[in-house]
């Protein structure tokens, strides 16, 4: 009897623990904070954060910095739906620490259908998204790394952003300007609509219709 209950406890324990990890499993951050915010159905980050993005059961948020006093100037704000996360200078540049930062913010979502980056911003997908919808705007030399799922996936990238993705997805369409690069060398699309310019990059493979458009 007490062998049965030892490893009732035991069960007990370790389901809860895989509840909880699979919303909280990058926090291995030991200066990660968790944030409280309502619900959202998109993400916009900029100032230089770098997003870790994953899909889970559950919906949460952290953020961490090199240093607590930074960390408490990176804003997690909700408007319209879109979950904001940007980092609020000092009044003073006299209050400004010099150095990197090491700005970041983990995101686990259940859904997701906008991702928009800005400033020096980049975005990890860590092991993928699959959505039915994926809008994804880069710009002023952000970044987007990982896998996708959609029935539609828009990229707009400029300013010298880049997206280096793979996947599967039924409909695509991609605006690069500015020396941005879409390198999607294992993204696949049955049906996409391409256009580049300014020194722009796009790499797809298309399965069924491509229409694309290349100038500058």
């Not at 002023?140 to 799922?149: A, H, I, M, W």
Request: proline letters at 0%.
């Amino acid at each position: 009897m007490l062998l049965m209950q030892k490893l009732l406890s035991f069960l007990i324990i370790s389901l809860s623990f895989l509840s909880v990890a699979s919303a909280q499993k990058y926090l291995n951050d030991k200066n990660a904070q968790i944030r409280n915010v309502a619900s959202f159905h998109g993400i916009e980050v900029s100032g230089g954060i770098d997003l870790y993005l994953d899909q889970s059961n559950s919906t949460a948020v952290a953020v961490s910095a090199s240093d607590d006093e930074d960390r408490d100037m990176i804003k997690t704000v909700v408007e319209n739906g879109i979950l904001k996360i940007y980092f609020k200078k000092p009044d003073s540049w006299l209050s400004v620490s010099w150095g990197n930062k090491q700005l970041k913010a983990y995101v686990s979502v259940k859904q997701i259908d906008i991702l928009r980056a800005s400033g020096g911003s980049d975005i990890l997908i860590n092991e993928g998204l699959n959505c039915q919808n994926l809008s994804l705007s880069l710009s002023g030399g952000s970044d987007c790394k990982g896998r996708v799922q959609a029935q539609e996936l828009r990229i707009q990238a400029s300013g010298g952003s880049d997206a280096i993705l793979e996947g599967q997805v039924n409909q695509l369409k991609v605006q690069a300007s500015g020396g941005s690069d879409v390198k999607g060398y294992g993204l696949v699309s049955n049906f996409a609509n391409l256009s580049a310019s300014g020194g722009s990059d796009i790499h797809v493979s298309v399965q069924k219709e491509l229409t694309a458009d290349a100038s500058g």
